[in-house]
């Protein structure tokens, strides 16, 4: 039967491109900015102010500048800044103007009352404060930076958590006034971000947090011509967390992670480079060329660069095969960049290639731009020497003919096999480049019985000293397999590689299998019709055990009441008194509850199951409780008030005479 131990390799079909560093391994491609639009343009139908400036921004950041139904947009805007009253709505308003050619709006002078007041307050918090900066600039309104940074460090000592501090950087970024005690806190946000598997730095919070902090750290960065508190290596793995985000569907967060990824690609200090494959994953000798792309995250070129395979390692044996091998730039594209893999007649296998990447000028500023990892397989065609068929006895001592076929001719004649006979072939599988023997990750033979779809895989199995496959079938062993259905088969050879180009399925011819009849039926159901609806299983509870005979049961009853009977015999020997009972409604319901108890225990032993008891039980019981503890009181009061009317009798100690 086909051997598992061969399932793992084929996996290595479903590897493209392994990227061990921190590279960026991929960018915001076109079908990537396709999709964000589709974001933008589904916010932009529900006409929500805070989804039309998300939406809005979201446009120029992708760089369309037709605008969907403009003119109505800008009524839109206009008439409802109209009744606004609150700072959030006309920070929203404004933002999106800014996204239109040509739409003015005018603030009443409450509404720019209210602007000042929010910023000039050192009750205010940084939310405010930033969406009022932002309205006050945007719509032309003076600002008194003084009490503005006042307010706003005053707001920050309150609380300054991350998305604060982000805002507090965006607002800083556009002040005249010099905002080093802003910057300065830029360190305190970055040092509070979570790395993510040693690839990915993200803040607590999300995408929107993250990108607000990112953008404003960095804008703030080129305000103060100083590089932020970021390393190389922390920039990179905040790149990766943007590109592995590039799925987002909200449209503010969609605004944040162009909003951040454009400030990545356009900052003097520090823009990650993506070294990504652009062409196939597979090797082979008509298509030598390996082309990766070198862009920044949005996908732009970078300007001429020099880019070297610094080591090219065959991961079969971790042999290094190339060192130091420039890459030559491709005619008409800057951001490609092509190498001939088989210059040095590579074998077939796995490669890892680990990229370095060097600008021609502004190199400091580029990180990420070496140690990407590259895995490409080189691929080659496999050809088969003849094939040899035969039938030998089980024990080896005599063999039939041995019957040759060239791939893909058939033998020339039916082979005939009982249960006492083995099926034998021998082939050699040799790579077609250099005529070496080699040893695919698949080899197998599968025989399917004519006229039906059953089918039976065997693994032929490499033998290490001849450097060929061997398929050794025992029809008497293997009986059971074939559910002992003689008849005549079909012989097919399959053989398949990772990296063979031209995996084949041969086939070979029919064999004749004549197996020990009677029993043929029988192993057939076991093995073919496994797969088959199996019986419903129906579930049963235990039935009940037999009930006594009817002279027992009575018998049983009549023994169970002679004690109750003896009681009523003696209290009526005795004399009742009931000249004490209470005729209250709680004496009586007591013992009302008290007697349907006695009596539902009586129903259980004849005819109720234990929960439906229990059920009623649970009711009777609240209400005998309830009866005998009034019950219980009222007799307890009244021995308490027969006690205090009677006189106790003073017991005066006498004298003793001398």
Known sequence: MLSCRFFPLFLLLAFIVITTGISPSSYLSGEDKARLKKVFDHAWAQKDLSNVHYSLAGYNLLGI????????????????????????????????????????????????????????????????????????????????????????????KKDD????????????AKLESDPK???????????????????????????????????????????MKTPPAITPDQAVKFANYFLSRKSVQTAKGAFYLLDAMKVLTVNNFHVPVSVTLASSLSIRDDTPWLRIRVTNLLGEALGPMKVVAESTKRLQDN????????????????????????????????????????????????????GAIITVKVMSEMTLDPLELWVTDAD???????????????????????????????FVVKDKRGGAPLVAHQAFVRLNRVGTSEEVIFVAEPDSSSKSYKFDLDVGAKEKTFGRQSGLYTMHLIIGDATISNPIEWELGNVNLEFRSGSGDQVKKSKFDEYKSKPEIKHMFREPEKRPSDVVANAFSLLVL???????????????????????L????????????????????????????????????IVTFLCGNSVLAKVADERKKAGAAVDPVASKPGKVGH
């Open 586 to 621: 709680g004496a009586v319901g007591f013992h009302i509850g008290l007697g349907c108890i006695f009596g539902l225990y009586y129903v259980f032993w004849v005819q109720l199951d234990m929960f439906t008891t229990i059920k009623y039980l649970f009711g009777l019981a």
């Open 65 to 156: 500048t037709d605008v969907p139904d403009a003119p109505n947009t800008c009524k839109f805007l206009q008439s409802n800044l109209e009744a606004v009253t609150e700072v959030e709505a006309i920070f929203h308003a404004f933002s999106a103007a800014a996204g239109l050619k040509s739409c003015p709006l005018k603030l009443s002078a409450n509404q720019k009352q209210l602007l000042s007041n929010t910023l000039q307050s050192e009750e205010t918090s940084v939310h405010n404060i930033f969406q009022a900066f932002e309205a006050s600039k945007l719509s032309g309104t003076p600002v008194d930076e003084a009490k503005l940074i006042k307010s706003l460090t005053s707001a920050l």
């Open 396 to 426: 080896g001592s005599v063999a039939s003919n041995v019957l040759k076929a060239t791939y893909p001719n058939k033998v020339g004649s039916v082979l005939e096999a009982d249960d006492h006979q083995k099926v034998m072939a021998k």
């Open 161 to 172: 958590n991350l998305l604060n501090l982000g805002l507090s950087f965006h607002v800083a």
């Open 562 to 584: 002679v004690p109750l009977v003896l009681l009523l015999a003696l209290w009526m020997k005795l004399g009742v008194n009931l000249s004490n009972f209470p005729l209250s």
């Open 319 to 370: 042999a290094v095969v190339m060192s130091q091998t420039p890459f030559a730039t491709v005619q008409g594209d800057q951001t490609l960049y092509e190498l001939n893999m088989m210059k040095t007649s590579m074998t077939r296998g796995f490669y890892q290639l680990s990229v370095k990447v060097d600008p021609e000028k502004d190199g400091e500023k580029f990180v990420g731009n070496s």
């Open 181 to 223: 005690q802003f910057f300065e806190r830029i360190e305190d946000a970055i040092v509070q971000a979570d790395e993510v598997d040693g690839k990915f730095l993200q803040f607590e919070g999300g995408l929107s947090i993250t990108g607000m902090i990112i953008s404003g750290a960095y804008n703030l960065a080129a305000k």
